[in-house]
């Protein structure tokens, strides 16, 4: 048989993808899981904070799984679980392999991607030291604490001020850890505004910005590490060393689209973003097949994931349904000053009837600044007023239809500072 | 009473216990980690050099190219990951050409097969990447890349399968010699063998000093690398050397066996075998040097630094002579000491037999080892594994794809793991880009069902290495 929709991972990108392919009447879809249960990394998350502008209301990760696994319960969508996708052929093939179901290949007319991402790691910057135990990624000390129930160290050190990195902050004190500090190699925080002030500030958590850890010590477990200031080429600066007594270091560095099997299946990718290129529909460079949530461009909020999944799955739905858009006029977006990237990448005139929606990362902080959409003639197509611009929130705007319509050739997404405001 | 006891279970250890459980003999295994492969065994270039370094008329020279002519056949017979891949040294003008016609004529000497000298834009056409500042290049088609502590861990465990003893957590501290037999004290027990062998690597001399005056002093020199993830594993399909100098080998960039890229070491003295710490200046050292070779390297690939400690001595042979009628000791072995490995093992073995050590052939001895490794298959033998044994279904590791059944295939081996590491050396679970991020603790919940025992008492790599300290406030899972 061949499936109209199959979905590749049951987190909330998969969940909600697969949610909207089937209220706009796509009748067979897979939803494949390599864990055990549907939900992703939301079964790990169980602080709160989740859902506030989607269900317009406060969840925790898991409940936030819940409401979305619930929903899908009354729909025929099928789920396999303990099932992992090895690889997806361009002719959308899914081979499959399960204790339950053995090796499979699957086929489907569509195919939505939604893998998710992992944390970088040590290895990845290269911290110098010895290498005991008791350095964690802080996603798999998460899971060591709310999913296994195990304490992971007394005494923390934290580098990097990521989210899941804040949240450890929190959940390891009230635990009865001592964290002794979080450690940010930038001058800004990577996290939400909202996490640095619930978890570390509330607990008297000490954040040092533009430090780094230039050495870990001890042979078996982690006995003590040294930070210093680092200077505005993130060299660390001699002089400037602490040291810190602890048995545990967290590290909140960064994360990282998961796309082996995007990449296998020769999908088009964008090294900044480290994901799939996508249109305005979240289509990829092979038709047909779509990808959402963090193995596109790693988000903050689950709640933009679900919005961006749902694109994903009307867009599947609408594929299979026989629509296909037109492939010209295209719009290509660059990110110019101060932007790192856009989702998309892309937009097909003829699919943005209500104009598109644009998703990206500024590069450093500003105050009182503009977001501004420019053509390549140079010619101002729009621009959005910011008091406060941060590579730790993700940004969007809204460009209409009546604006695209003005703009000739490729779209620049860049940051203006001072000059005549709007 | 046993008839041999090896002291150390690294490579060269292992490689003796391996060729000495052909024999109809007792053999003991003394290591004094909580797992074998675990000193410079576990962290080095993973690299089957050609033979063309060492003085022509060393045993060194001799091992080197001996080992490495026995290497493709030994890692066949023990399913361990092997490729014959060939290896560049590069030069970089008049000098370094003057150093690789050297190194041409010890390899002839040496009877290196293959050897060929190269212009610079011939070694760019073989690999493009290379620097447009080489002008000269040594080809060396018998060099290869391999699984160093998987053929550690095989050869162990086929000479345990065929009755050798091994005791881990067995620090040597005392050996005296009696008239036909030695005693051993080791890990709180006594153990008695007509013969010993020291292979303690870079600790040798200090067994060595149990019973004798050794005639050399270590100088333990450290080496650090990056290991790159397999987006880079391609860049270069030959190991990629610079020209030798006193300092060792010099940095090379090489794919290994599991598909990433490897770039080290640089080479520094420290104090001992433990001092294996990476510090940001090795790093720097490292790096500046492989760009010298390969300038497009992207070091930003990396997922992990790691450094080893080398056997290096103040001789410049390895020693492999015994320092009475009851002890043997192979002792120096430091790079090529992975190259020679099975060829010191028969060396070692010629020396015992002088020594008066009986080696007769041992009746039903299987030499050979198979492991099933589920990425390495085609669909169909993917199918057949899950039908076989469901577990072989389940991804666990999914950077690797490495699953339960190899995982627990491992845990019940010949010498189980008792760590995430020990069973990242034997699957590879945790190899990959996350390092063990998402795997971990599941591998950890795998090893404690296996082995019932509590999850708090899996250890990260060697003993004290814990991750567990204790139970949140509503407990363990499985307290």
Known sequence: ?422 | MYDVAIIGCGVIGASLAYRLSRCDLRILILERENDVAMGTTKANSAIVHAGYDPEPGTLMAKLNVQGSAMMEQLCADLCVEYKRIGSLVLGFGEEDRKTLSRIYENGLQNGVPGLQMLTGDQARALEPVLSPEVTDALLAPSAAIIDPWGLCIAEAEVAVRNGAELKLRSAVTAITEQDDFCTISAGGQTYQARYVVNCAGVDAESIFRMTAEPQFKTLPSRGAYYLLDKSSGGLVSRVIFQCPSAAGKGVLVAPTVHGNLIVGPNAEEVHGSDDKAVTAAALDVVSAASKKSVPSVDLRQSIRNFAGVRANTTLSDFYISPSSSRVLHAAGIKSPGLSAAPAIAEYAAEQLAAMGLSLSPRAGFDGTRQVNRFRRCTPEQKAALVQENPLYGRVICRCETITEGEIVDAIHSPIPPCSIDGVKRRAGAGMGRCQGGFCGPRVLEILARELNIPQKEILQDQDGTILITGETKTGGAQA
């Open chain 1, 1 to 422: 048989m061949k499936y109209d929709v199959i979905v590749i991972g049951g987190g909330p990108a998969g969940l909600a993808a697969a949610h909207a392919a089937w209220q706009d009447g796509c009748k067979s879809i897979c939803i494949v899981e390599r864990d055990k249960e549907l939900g992703g990394i939301l079964n790990q998350c169980i602080h709160n904070g989740f859902g506030l502008h989607f269900f317009k209301e406060e969840l925790t990760g898991p409940e936030y799984a819940g409401r979305f696994i619930d929903m899908l319960g009354e729909t025929g969508v099928s789920v396999r679980t303990d099932a992992m996708v090895l690889e997806v052929t361009p002719d959308k093939q899914v081979h499959v392999v399960s204790t339950a179901q053995g090796y499979e290949i699957l086929e489907a007319r569509s195919i939505i991607l939604a893998m998710g991402c992992r944390e970088r790691t040590r290895g990845a910057i290269g911290i110098p030291g010895s290498r005991p135990a008791g350095v964690f990624t802080a996603g798999a000390a998460q899971r060591y604490l709310n999913i296994e129930g195990y304490m992971v160290g007394k005494r923390v050190v934290i580098l990097g001020s990521g989210d899941i990195g804040l949240i450890m902050a929190r959940r390891m004190t009230l635990e009865g850890a001592k964290v002794l500090a979080c450690v940010e190699v930038m001058p800004y925080s990577g996290g939400l505004t909202r996490n640095i002030v619930q978890c570390l500030h509330d607990f008297d958590i000490p954040l040092y910005l533009s430090h780094t850890i230039t050495d870990i010590q001890g042979r078996d477990r982690v006995e003590r590490v040294i930070v210093a200031e680092v200077g505005p080429d993130r060299r660390p600066i001699t002089g400037t060393e602490m040291t810190f007594d602890c048995d545990t270091v967290l590290l909140s560095v960064g994360l990282i689209p998961e796309n082996e099997l995007s990449r296998a299946a020769g999908l088009e990718m964008d090294p900044r973003t480290n994901g799939p290129v996508v249109y305005e529909n979240m289509e990829t460079s092979i038709p047909g097949v779509f990808a959402c949530g963090n193995v596109v461009h790693v988000h903050d909020l689950v709640d933009f994931v679900t919005a961006e999944s749902q694109r994903a799955g009307h867009a599947a739905a609408a594929y299979c349904a026989g629509h296909t858009p037109a492939a010209a006029p295209l719009l290509p977006l660059k990110g110019g000053n101060g932007v790192g990237y856009t989702v998309p990448q892309h937009i097909r005139m003829d699919n943005a009837k209500d104009g598109v929606s644009l998703f990206f990362r500024v590069r450093a902080v500003y105050r009182d600044a503009r977001i501004v959409v420019r053509d390549d003639s140079g010619a101002q197509i729009a621009a959005y007023p910011r008091e406060h611009l941060a590579p730790g929130e993700m940004e969007s705007i809204k460009l209409p239809r009546v604006l695209l319509e003005k703009a000739s050739g490729a779209l620049t997404v860049q940051i203006e500072e001072g000059g005549d405001q709007k």
